[in-house]
């Protein structure tokens, strides 16, 4: 098979080339269409649910909707993890499914749930948008010479609907700024005076101010639609209502009450820089879009907003767009490519000094590429720098350069009459063609382990095994297939094949040492274990994480305040916070939220603060500075404001962490139990302890305060022998003092609520809301406090639930130390800590991914093995060169942990991610050892002369092809720009075990070997002398 598809690229290669550069067009437009993201979307699929009680409380809001939702959603199909919080007001239930199902048939199933909830009257349920909890691609405000309330309607009614209708926006939340609606502002004097309720005022509100049909009629010739027209177009005309007749007399609105222009109670506000207030808008990304497509499309309608439709002077300004990251991370990984291209093709000149040789590799290494587009393109995935940095250009042309260098020994040698170039051509590639298909496809067989991940990490290594597959696979065919063809078409018999002098040297020095070296055999292949033993030694105190951090160029800072702080409070400090940020030189925009928007999406209070730090380049920073440097700068710049703690973080880093365990930080501890105040006490003795453990930074409570409350008790005797009913007050006071709608009002397609509320004065005074008056059918009107007791303790801020048990967490992010050890010691922390009865912890956060991960290695890895050497052993025919190949193995990888180590890298999956790879190249390179010892052993010499020659013949392709894959990673592992992070440990791995492999490999493996009888791919009269 492989003979004839040889002989058809070297017959036809016009044609071949032509099908290679109509395969390359189409590669081309794959990758332009390819999604290119900086990082993957790593979350699992998500679907969340919002649940609205008006006015209650979190004790309420809990009993009444969260529960309620959960043991509904409980067994949803797919269903992983189900979390819940409930706050003033809302509760939000987040569902985590595995990926079995689809978007769309997970949130079915979620609706069909919701369908049977039974709820509260005044209070719904229903489902988030459908975005990712990483889908903040784009952050703007809006800018002009108008007020707060007026720019909050530019943006709710303009620009939002507008943004929405951008394909792949999943939506856009409004935050900051005034929300605009007419206010009723009764008067509880004037209330008492007539003996008016506020639920009379709001049932006429309701009535006077709509709109009715009378269907049609018929008049002559012609018909009419009847339009009965109620509705209130000014706040005067809802003045004019009819509340009640006294005596004769009508009573309207406007004699008990002013309607005002005002605003909807806010539960958070956006700053800007030295701006304390602004509007923002925040665009998601719906799941499984191309972000930079939809980036596109955005910045043009937002261009045509400015342009042709917002108000004169009013503009839309970006903060944040997510192009820039992915734009930096790619120039990084486009720098590592470029300079890896050239340091392989600058290799492969000093080692054949042919200039079509290199040509040859050159034009190889794109259609790899091209063929990982086509490969990335039909499977639906998309790239990012991590399955883009991972490409080693070494690795993909290391079967095209050995198809070359077999190619350019074999042309200028004489050859018998009659015998055309042709088939010269076809037999030398013929020749190398099984071990270079077989070597490939060990490196591709290595990769497995990698499909396997799960979760978070199969989403990050599996694109990126993907993409290595795809081009492997392309480089294959194209050394068998495109390779063959170009050298038909570009050389001759003329071709130099003379090896470059240094090289010889090289070559002859290394067939002394290995003749001294076979003299001492044992003592020298000692060396082998002990080499093993000291590398891991060196590196018995390397530290272990998941991954390392992900540079996104910029801080996402969170702070919290005393938990009882009011929203206009926690505004004063969090502008002295933004002004004291910005002193530090670097940082180019600071952009603040406190509590949560209107969309009720968020569980943030008014004591939550949050910080998008914004860093100018890194080419622009000062001299010797870096993130680090920075985080202390603006932790030292913080330091003074009192009574606050700040989390560091960045924005997907962040989201991604939330995600894992439902709690913003590396690492969470969850003490379960029912009694939120003995839970809360219990955390409190978990913080004090962890407190003492090397390594733990950022370390509190997270969203566990009280808040004061306004608590009604209901007399019901007294209710009862006044002859009134628990609903008779609870309306009373839901109307009045929480704010209800009682109806809207129009302006052109703009809609503003309606809503009664009590004078600020009153509503802050226990004695004034005593005096409320509550009507009864018959009877004379009764004041609240007759029939209540006003008093005001204290209520959970938050309640939040995992798996249908109540939690207090304790949150902290681990810098200065390894977060493997970090977390043994927060186990053995936790493991001497003595609970109530009833209460336990659990400890979840970044690292479940990094022991997952491994774990699902420790099981893949040892089956890759085994398939490997059953390939091996396909090629070979029997065990010795087998074993004498896995022998090796424990050196490589103890040269890769070591050089992680030494370079003060953390061992990662992403270090053991480059461990799997460089298997593949010890097997290539061990390939070419053995095969070549088994030929001088079929000619019939003596085992140390076949041992001899065999290893010269392969000392020049074994350490092209090995100095081609580790300086094809040297610039990734000596990067340190925005993105390299992620990249770096794979890339050390790499290199640093073939560093350690390589010499061993070419000096002890011909030891171990020493030759032996040909085997089955080692046919002598079908493959030619490697050997000059």
């Not at 907003?305 to 300004?317: G, Y």
């Not at 996104?552 to 206009?568: A, H, K, N, Q, W």
């Not at 002004?579 to 004591?607: F, K, M, Y």
Request: charged share 20%; hydrophobic share 45%.
């Amino acid at each position: 098979m492989l003979e004839r598809v040889v002989a058809f690229a070297v017959n036809r290669w016009l044609l071949v080339l032509g099908v290679t550069l109509i395969v390359a067009i189409y590669g081309w437009q794959c990758f332009r269409a390819l999604p290119v993201e900086a990082f993957p979307d790593v979350t699992d699929p998500m679907v969340e649910v919002v649940g609205i009680y008006p006015g209650q409380a979190a004790e309420e809001v809990e009993q009444r909707v969260t529960i309620e939702l959960e043991r509904s959603l409980a067994g949803t199909p797919g269903l992983i993890d189900l979390r819940s919080v409930s706050v003033f007001g809302l509760s939000l239930v987040s569902l985590t499914f595995n990926e079995q199902y689809s978007s769309f048939q997970l949130r079915t199933m979620v609706a069909e749930r919701l369908a049977q909830v039974e709820l509260p009257e005044s209070a719904y349920a229903e489902m988030g948008p459908q975005a990712t909890p990483v889908g903040q691609i784009y952050r703007y405000t809006v800018r002009g010479p108008r007020s707060l309330r007026e720019l909050r309607s530019v943006q709710q009614f303009t620009i939002e609907p507008r943004l929405r209708a951008v394909p792949g926006v999943a939506d856009v939340v409004t935050f900051g700024g005034y929300e605009r609606r007419y206010v009723v502002r009764v008067d509880p004097d004037r209330l008492a005076a007539y003996g008016i309720s506020a639920v009379e005022i709001h049932d006429a509100l309701a009535r006077s101010n709509r709109n009715a049909g009378g269907g049609y009629v018929g008049v002559g010739g012609q018909e009419f639609v009847v339009r009965g027209l109620g509705v209130a177009t000014t706040p005067e005309q809802l003045g004019l209502a009819v509340v009640r007749e006294i005596e004769g007399v009508p009573v309207r609105v406007m004699d008990v009450a002013d309607i005002v222009e005002g605003s909807t109670p806010r539960r958070g506000a956006v700053g800007l820089d030295r701006v304390d207030d602004v509007v923002e808008g925040i665009v998601f990304l719906r799941r499984g879009e191309n972000p930079s497509e939809v980036l596109d499309a955005l910045r043009d309608r937002i261009n045509q907003l400015n342009r042709e439709v917002l108000p004169d002077e009013v503009e839309i300004v970006p903060f944040y767009d997510r192009q820039e990251l992915v734009d930096a991370t790619l120039e990084t990984v486009g720098k590592n490519l470029a300079e890896g291209l050239l340091l392989v093709l600058l290799v492969v000149y000093l080692f054949l000094r042919n200039g079509r040789a290199v040509l040859i590799v050159a034009i190889v290494i794109p259609l790899s590429m091209l063929s990982a587009f086509i490969g990335l393109h039909a499977m639906g995935l998309s790239a990012n720098l991590i399955s883009l940095g991972a490409i080693d250009f070494g690795i993909l042309v290391d079967g095209a350069v050995i198809v070359i260098e077999a190619t350019l020994h074999a042309l200028p040698k004489p050859r018998p009459a009659g015998v055309k170039r042709e088939e010269v051509l076809r037999r030398t590639v013929v020749g190398v063609a099984r071990p270079v298909f077989f070597s490939l496809l060990i490196i591709m067989v290595a990769l497995t382990p990698i499909f396997t991940l799960e979760r978070v990490e199969g989403r990050i290594f599996a694109p990126m095994a993907f993409t290595y597959g795809f081009a492997l696979l392309g480089a294959l065919v194209a050394a068998l297939v495109v390779v063959p063809a170009l050298e038909s078409a570009l050389m001759s018999d003329r071709v130099e094949s003379r090896e470059p002098r240094w090289l010889a040297a090289l070559g002859r020095g290394y067939v002394r040492a290995l003749r001294a070296a076979n003299r001492r055999r044992l003592t020298v292949l000692a060396i082998l274990p002990l080499a093993t033993v000291a590398l891991l030694g060196s590196a018995r105190d390397i530290g272990s994480e998941f991954l390392p951090e992900l540079n996104e160029g910029g801080f996402y800072i969170t702070s919290v305040f005393p938990s009882t702080i009011s929203l206009d409070e926690t505004g004063g400090h969090v502008s002295e916070i933004r002004e004291r940020i910005l002193t530090v030189p670097e940082v180019r925009g600071v952009l603040s939220h406190i509590g949560r928007p209107e969309d009720a999406t968020q569980a943030e209070g008014p004591n939550n603060a949050e910080f998008f730090v914004k860093l100018a380049r890194e080419r622009e920073w000062r001299p010797g500075v870096d993130r680090k440097v920075l985080e202390d700068e603006i932790r030292a710049a913080l330091a003074p404001i009192p009574g606050v703690q700040h989390n560091f973080s960045q924005p997907i880093t962040d989201r991604v962490f939330e995600t894992i365990s439902g709690i913003i930080g590396q690492v969470v501890v969850k003490v379960h139990g029912d009694d939120i105040e003995q839970l809360t006490h219990t955390a409190e003795e978990v913080r004090a302890a962890l407190a003492e453990v090397e390594g733990v930074t950022d370390l509190a409570l997270y969203q566990a305060g009280s808040i004061p409350q306004l608590r009604i008790d209901i007399d019901r005797e007294e209710l009862a022998r006044r002859g009134l009913t628990i609903d008779d007050v609870q309306t009373t006071v839901s109307i009045a003092l929480g704010g209800a709608i009682a109806t809207e009002l129009w302006n052109g397609s703009q809609r503003y609520s309606v809503a009664l509320a009590l004078p600020q004065g009153v509503r802050a005074d226990p004695g004034a809301l005593a005096r409320l008056t509550i009507t009864q059918t018959n009877g004379p009107p009764i004041q609240l406090g007759d029939v209540a007791k006003l008093s005001t303790p204290l209520g959970r801020t938050s309640i939040w639930r995992e798996d249908f048990s109540r939690f207090v967490a304790v949150k902290f992010n681990v810098r200065g130390r390894d977060l493997g050890s970090t977390v043994a010691d927060v186990r053995e922390t936790l493991e001497q800590l003595q609970m109530p009865e009833g209460v336990y912890p659990s400890l979840s956060g970044e690292f479940e991914n990094k022991d997952r991960a491994l774990k699902r290695l420790a099981i893949t890895f040892p089956i890759a093995m085994l398939a490997i050497c059953g390939l091996l052993f396909a090629n070979f025919g029997r065990a010795r060169p087998v074993l004498c190949l896995i022998a090796f193995l424990p050196v490589a990888l103890a040269g890769a942990v070591a050089g992680l180590n030494m370079s003060g890298e953390n061992f990662s999956v992403s270090g053991a991610v480059g461990c799997i790879a460089l298997l593949g190249q010890l097997v290539l390179a061990g390939v070419i050892i053995c095969s070549a010892i088994d030929r001088r052993a079929a000619e019939g010499v003596g085992p140390e002369r076949a041992m001899l020659e065999g290893a010269r013949a392969a000392f020049r392709p074994v350490l092209l092809t090995c100095s081609l894959a580790l300086l094809g990673l040297v610039p990734a592992a000596l990067a340190h720009g925005m993105g390299s992070e992620t990249q770096r440990p794979f890339a050390i791995a790499i290199v640093a075990g073939l560093l350690t492999v390589t010499p061993a490999l070419m000096l002890l493996l011909p030891l171990l070997y020493g030759g032996g009888r040909p085997s089955s791919i080692a046919d002598s009269t079908t493959r030619p002398r490697l050997d000059p």
